[in-house]
């Protein structure tokens, strides 16, 4: 099995109206210094089959469903070593 | 003339679209189970409002791969009428029936309130029954009605003219502060190029009686018969 980890994220060009309203709070609890905050998903999978084409049938997974390519952006990151806690 | 509308687990607003087919407009109507993979013999469906799948992932995202979608896609390719109520019009966006996407409100409260349309195409199959600028009221409830879509598309619908409603104030002007959840350009409802697939976040069968505070959604409801009636 490999542990993947797909973020999700609105697209740069889209209002993040949640990640507005935190950046407020932060600076208004004294964190002057952070700037602009988006705010994602994170999906994390155990994904079997074939190691070799893992990340293009995740990519495919994205495509079609985890994201939607009018309003967000997605990476995906493949560990194939990682061990799978029970 | 036979009405279809489809429930998704979490659908809560099926039986208000059901009561206003059926009572108010007086005409057939079946619910439709989103596992069916038939929606032969209907003339209109509607995907209602409410929370399909709990609105996990996305709102709408699931509903798109119920069973019965392929069949609402094939009956929106054969050129028949489909409406998408507030989660419908969530579903028809990530079926990509219709353009763009909906996202969370501006002000990321879930809005529930009157609001005012301004009709901007009354030439559709769904509001051939109002006159052009004609100022609707009806009520929203969403938290994820914010309508955006890429330059090149708004472009598109604009040159189109299938930006059939806009957030509008009483007077029929859109003022920043008419716009209840910052849809781009106030769009409260876009139509397909074809102009037999309908959707929008405000409520027409909320919008049915005057018990229920306005009875302007019969526009938009008797719009929907009388297209069905001319095709007949």
Same mark, same amino acid.
């Given at each position: 099995m490999a542990q993947v980890t797909v973020h999700i994220t609105l697209k740069p060009t889209l209002l993040d109206a949640q990640g507005r309203v935190v950046q407020n709070a932060l600076n208004s609890l004294g964190y002057a210094e952070v700037g602009q905050v988006r705010i994602g998903k994170l999906i994390a999978m155990e994904v079997g089959g074939d190691p070799a084409t893992v990340g293009d049938r995740v990519q495919e997974m994205c495509d079609r469903l985890l994201a939607n390519p009018v309003i967000e952006d997605y990476s995906i990151i493949v560990d194939e070593s990682a061990e799978v806690a029970l | 003339m036979k009405f279809g509308v489809v429930r998704f687990p979490g659908s809560n607003c099926d039986q208000d679209a059901y009561h206003a087919i059926a009572d108010v407009l007086r005409?057939?109507?079946?619910?439709?189970?989103?596992?069916?993979?038939?929606?032969?013999?209907?003339?209109?469906?509607?995907? &209602?409002?409410?929370?399909?799948?709990?609105?996990? =992932?996305? #709102?709408?995202?699931?509903?798109?791969?119920?069973?019965?979608?392929?069949?609402?896609?094939?009956?929106?390719?054969?050129?028949?009428? =489909?409406?998408?109520?507030?989660?419908?019009?969530?579903?028809?966006?990530? #079926?990509? =029936?219709?353009?763009?996407?909906?996202?969370?409100?501006?002000?990321?409260?879930?809005?529930?309130?009157?609001?005012?349309?301004?009709?901007?195409?009354?030439? #559709?199959?769904? #509001?051939?029954?109002?006159? &052009?600028?004609?100022?609707?009221?009806?009520?929203?409830a969403h938290g994820e009605g914010r309508y955006v879509a890429d330059q090149p598309t708004l472009a598109a619908l604009r040159d189109s003219n299938r930006i059939v409603v806009r957030y509008c104030d009483a007077r029929g002007e859109t003022t920043p502060e008419s716009n209840p959840n910052g849809s781009v350009d106030h769009v409260a409802g876009v139509v397909n190029e074809s102009l037999n697939v309908f959707g929008l976040m405000p409520h027409p069968e909320r919008a049915a009686a005057r018990l229920l505070g306005s009875t302007d959604g019969r526009v938009i409801m008797d719009s929907i018969v009388r297209a069905l009636r001319a095709a007949v």
């Open positions: - | 005409q057939p109507v079946d619910y439709i189970w989103h596992q069916e993979r038939s929606v032969k013999g209907y003339d209109c469906i509607v995907l &209602p409002g409410g929370f399909s799948y709990g609105d996990y =992932l996305r #709102t709408g995202a699931i509903a798109r791969f119920s069973p019965v979608i392929e069949a609402v896609i094939e009956h929106a390719q054969r050129g028949r009428l =489909l409406i998408g109520i507030c989660n419908g019009f969530q579903v028809l966006c990530e #079926t990509h =029936l219709l353009p763009g996407a909906l996202v969370r409100n501006t002000g990321l409260k879930f809005v529930c309130r009157q609001v005012h349309l301004r009709v901007e195409n009354a030439s #559709t199959p769904f #509001t051939r029954g109002a006159r &052009p600028g004609q100022v609707l009221r009806m009520p929203i």
